[in-house]
């Protein structure tokens, strides 16, 4: 059973910057790849950013050229580093880690707050 720990969210004026962690219990080598969600209350909950075992990255749209996602193997980590932050990012953070079944282990997720 692998567990995943949040941190970093916090709150933040418009324009600033946030850096979230999630640090895993065993190895992220084992996963097929690393995500980064966020949810608000009573909407889906949306893909924010991915990362391959191979270091290849996605991101959503909202984000891109804000936002970048990176790992540290050696640390078992995943990091959102998240700039230029906007009212609307103000969501729950959730770091996932997926195996190639497509199941997904989930953290406790994280709450960003950005004040405009």
């Known amino acids: 059973q692998v567990q995943l720990m949040e941190s970093g969210g916090g709150w933040v004026q418009a324009g600033g910057s946030l850096r979230l962690s999630c640090a895993a219990s065993?190895?992220?080598?084992?996963?097929?790849?690393m995500v980064w969600y966020r949810q608000n209350p009573g909407k889906q909950r949306e893909l924010v950013a991915t990362?391959?075992?191979?270091?290849?990255?996605n991101y959503a749209d909202s984000v891109k050229g804000r936002f970048t996602i990176s790992r540290d193997n050696a640390k078992n980590t995943v990091y959102l580093q998240m700039n230029s932050l906007k009212p609307e990012d103000t969501a729950v953070y959730y770091c996932?880690?997926?195996?190639?079944?497509?199941?997904?282990?989930w953290g406790q997720g994280s709450q960003v707050t950005v004040s405009s």
């Open positions: 065993g190895s992220i080598f084992s996963f097929n790849r």
């Open positions: 990362i391959l075992t191979s270091g290849s990255t």
């Open positions: 996932g880690a997926q195996l190639q079944s497509g199941y997904t282990y």
